[in-house]
């Protein structure tokens, strides 16, 4: 059983920073993938950014390059992303999630995930 648990949400300014964190437990031995995603209210879920089991692969959306800064601790069983110049457009609820594999070429596919948090709201407002 894996249990994952999402913390670091907020309501900020434009221009501010959050890092959320996610910690997993249960059954982590397998979780090798991981990705942070949002969904806004009427709108799909989209990805956000990923990171291999190692940390040397990380991908990014292109509207969050350059802010967003996706890391891992695999002894602590974490995976968090600082979130910085947020702007009101990144507003939505973000989810953790990982999968037992990896794949270079559908890590933005929520599909392939296989364990997913509860979600934490981030709010930003002009």
């Known amino acids: 059983q894996v249990q994952l648990v999402e913390s670091g949400g907020g309501l900020v300014q434009a221009g501010a920073s959050l890092r959320l964190s996610c910690a997993a437990s249960?059954?982590?031995?397998?979780?090798?993938?991981a990705g942070w995603f949002r969904q806004a209210p009427g709108k799909e879920r989209d990805f956000v950014a990923a990171?291999?089991?190692?940390?040397?692969?990380?991908y990014y959306r292109d509207s969050v390059k350059g802010r967003f800064t996706i890391s891992r601790d695999n002894a602590k069983n974490t995976v968090s992303l600082q979130m910085n110049s947020l702007d009101p457009e990144d507003t939505a609820v973000y989810y953790c999630a990982f999968r037992e594999d990896y794949s270079a070429r559908d890590y933005d596919d929520p599909d392939k995930y296989n364990y997913w948090g509860q979600g934490t709201q981030v709010t930003v407002s002009s």
């Open positions: 990171i291999s089991w190692s940390g040397r692969s990380t």
């Open positions: 249960g059954r982590t031995f397998s979780m090798y993938g």
